[in-house]
């Protein structure tokens, strides 16, 4: 927790009227010594030097007491850091106090390294909202479901649970299987022409897009139209890194990752066209969009009815955006952490042969039911490297979050998670992982956290479950293993290089 300050600021946020600020001075216009030219560049330098002076004191205002830089970079602040992101650099400022200040383009930022202010965010809708990255609203367009905040959010949110009942899961669950199948197969053909380790991070992505896709949207969208999809929206993960230039100028992050978007929206508003087609024609549901379609026609369902084949769209791209990058993450990491610990492998090997015997065999919800130890080893290599280490959220009013320290009105606090791995703490009752659930953050907390969280979990398992019953691998070991890409999510920066080659049972 941050050291105690020679001062504090008050308890509530104290209004304009009374802010230090409105003594700072502003300059008077120079007389003109050389002619009116003269003039008009002492003036325009006079007020450009107040306003920075005005930057600088707002920002050591809002800091208050907290760790962190005494003074700000005009203008950009810490942006020049945020091109070259490192776990490292994240690490220093989370060690510099339970909660730390940063400025970029003059967004404040607290940092909070802790659960205990994590939680205290997550949990406080009043105070605080996700605003997830800065340019995500032009991203992921402002009328996205996901900016809903309040009743409003959660009367949305409840429409949508019935995309994760476990009758839905079980839908899902053949085509998870069935995907993940044909990529352990690809591995093993390609590992027949050339045998030396490959990075596995794209092909990961690939597989998580098409699985993604073919569950939301079944067979509604052609075979071109995945591949379009997943071609671009690499464009949209570099525009969401935490920190991006703001402006949607042609030629940057954030206006190619709208283009991208475009693509992926007129795609998915098709599906959703093709999905209410085929459900008004009595087929049965192959795909989420058909449950939340046939849902929907339910004459006992008690929710909104009507929702247009865009914003069904918006919806489907808001699951896209959640589980891409995360879930790619999460199952890049899985791989390695089995590779770099054969023991654990081992266990989830026998565990997968146990229950489900031939590994031609479809896995089902019951087969997973029966297998505790993957599942805690998924649930534990997220928590090891959690796709996601840092959840902005913002302010919307002046908030108390310690007696010592009022976050500002419109500041962005964020939070960082620990690093560890052992699958056994999830499978004693009386451990302090299994005793204190509130504290596994990787999916967030409150009223915003993760809808999907059961479908994640079971992907995950679904596709290590078959990679260990299909395949043996190894991880070449480069200086880059350890290293932590930063992109939107976590990523190792050698790509995790591993060699695959058949599994010879006995």
Not at 226 to 231: F, G, K, L, P
Not at 301 to 319: N, T
Not at 367 to 384: G, I, W
Request: glycine share 4%.
């Amino acid at each position: 927790m941050a050291s105690p300050q020679s001062h504090s600021v008050s308890a509530s946020f104290p209004s304009a009227n009374t802010s230090p600020l409105s003594q700072i001075p502003l300059p008077s216009f120079f007389p003109a010594r050389d002619g009116t030219t003269s003039a008009w560049v002492y003036t325009t330098m006079a007020i450009l030097a107040s306003l920075l002076l005005l930057e600088q004191g707002v920002y050591r205002y809002k800091k208050s007491n907290l760790p962190g830089a005494k003074w700000t970079i005009p203008v950009i602040g810490k942006f020049a850091d945020s091109l070259n992101p490192s776990m490292e650099g994240y690490k220093k400022q989370w060690a510099s106090g339970a909660l730390s200040a940063v400025s970029v383009f003059n967004i404040f930022i607290v940092m909070a390294s802790t659960n205990e202010y994590a939680l205290k965010i997550f949990n406080s809708p009043s105070f605080t909202e996700p605003c997830l990255v800065h340019s995500a609203k032009q991203v992921l367009m402002p009328d996205n479901w996901v900016f809903l905040s309040g009743k409003e959010h959660v009367a949305y949110r409840k429409g949508l649970n019935g995309l994760f009942t476990r009758k839905a899961l079980g839908i899902y669950c053949l085509i998870q299987d069935a995907i993940a199948r044909k990529y352990c197969a690809n591995w093993l053909q390609a590992a027949k022409k050339d045998p030396s380790a490959q990075p596995i991070m794209f092909t990961v992505r690939n597989m998580n897009m098409e699985t993604s896709l073919r569950v939301f949207c079944g067979q509604h969208i052609p075979d071109h139209a995945t591949e379009e999809i997943n071609d671009k929206y690499w464009l949209i993960t570099r525009a969401l890194e935490l920190v991006n230039f703001p402006l949607a100028v042609p030629g940057t992050k954030v206006y190619k990752a709208i283009q991208a978007r475009k693509v992926a929206i007129k795609w998915l508003s098709l599906a959703a066209k093709n999905s209410k087609i085929s459900m008004a024609a009595g087929n049965e549901p192959e795909c989420m969009l058909d449950a939340w379609v046939k849902e929907l026609a339910d004459p006992a369902y008690k929710g909104r009815r009507e929702f247009s084949d865009r914003e069904m769209g918006m919806v489907v791209f808001s699951f896209l955006f959640a589980s891409q990058d995360a879930m790619s993450s999460g199952l890049i990491f899985g791989f390695q952490h089995l590779a770099d610990r054969p023991d654990i492998l081992a266990k989830v090997r026998e565990e997968s042969d146990r229950v489900r015997g031939d590994p031609d065999r479809p896995i089902t919800l019951e087969m997973l039911d029966n297998m505790p130890y993957l599942r805690a080893f998924v649930k534990e290599t997220l928590r090891v490297k959690p796709p996601v280490t840092m959840v902005p959220y913002k302010c919307t009013k002046s908030f108390n979050i310690n007696p010592d320290y009022t976050v500002p009105v419109n500041s962005m606090p964020v939070y960082p998670e620990p690093e560890r791995l052992d699958p056994g703490r999830w499978l004693d009752p009386q451990s302090s992982a299994s005793l204190n659930p509130r504290n596994y953050l990787v999916f967030g907390s409150g009223p915003h956290r993760c809808i999907g969280v059961e479908y994640t979990l079971m992907n995950m398992a679904i596709c290590l479950s078959n990679a260990a019953m299909l395949m043996e691998w190894e991880h070449e070991l480069t200086p880059e293993s350890e290293e932590i890409e930063m992109i939107a999510t976590l990523f190792p920066k050698d790509g995790c290089r591993l060699k695959f080659r058949p599994r010879v049972r006995a």
